[in-house]
């Protein structure tokens, strides 16, 4: 599997999102400083509202940017079965129900979802549990997650 395609269409994904972001952002912006939207008396807050929401928009594109930065400036690394799973690994595991997942250890955007080689793809961070569950871990280990340890599965694959 050809990570750096992977890491390809993350990029893509992400910039996407950013442009609908900064078009929110816009449209928000303009609705906060509309006209129409300004206060007829101290109950009306859609002027206020908007204004918020742009805000929100904007962070979230400022995030948007650094996670494209982090991903453009990403070294790849290719593992084999045999390595213990670190970042930029792209993990198969399969559940006691023997559904399987692929998680790709990113620098950032966790909880992203993306199709793949056939693959539904799931992006976690290091700060997740998950994945703190997974580095260092090798091909055949259990990881038993859950407030009451109700979540198992396997390392059935490490790319």
């Known amino acids: 599997m050809d990570k750096n395609k992977l890491i390809q269409l993350i990029i893509e994904r992400l910039e996407s999102d950013l442009e609908l972001s900064m078009s929110a952002a816009k449209i928000a912006h303009e609705a ?4 129409e939207t300004q206060p007829d008396n101290k109950y009306d807050t859609l002027s206020l509202e908007s204004s918020y929401i742009a805000q929100g928009h904007a962070n979230r ?3 948007l940017r650094r996670s494209i930065d982090n991903y453009k400036n990403l070294f790849v690394r290719d593992f084999s079965n045999q390595q213990h799973v670190a970042m ?3 993990v198969g595991i399969e559940y006691e129900d023997e559904t399987t ?12 979802k993306v199709f793949f080689d056939q693959y539904e793809i799931f992006v976690v961070t290091m700060e997740s549990p998950l994945c703190k569950a997974l580095l260092g871990k090798q091909l055949g280990d ?3 997650l859950g407030r009451e340890n109700d ?7 490490i790319y």
């Open 32 to 35: 906060s400083t509309n006209d």
């Open 61 to 63: 594109a400022q995030q």
């Open 142 to 144: 259990i990881i038993t």
């Open 151 to 157: 979540q198992e599965f396997e390392i059935v694959s």
């Open 88 to 90: 930029t690994a792209l």
């Open 101 to 112: 997942r692929q998680l790709f250890i990113g620098p950032d955007s966790g909880g992203l």
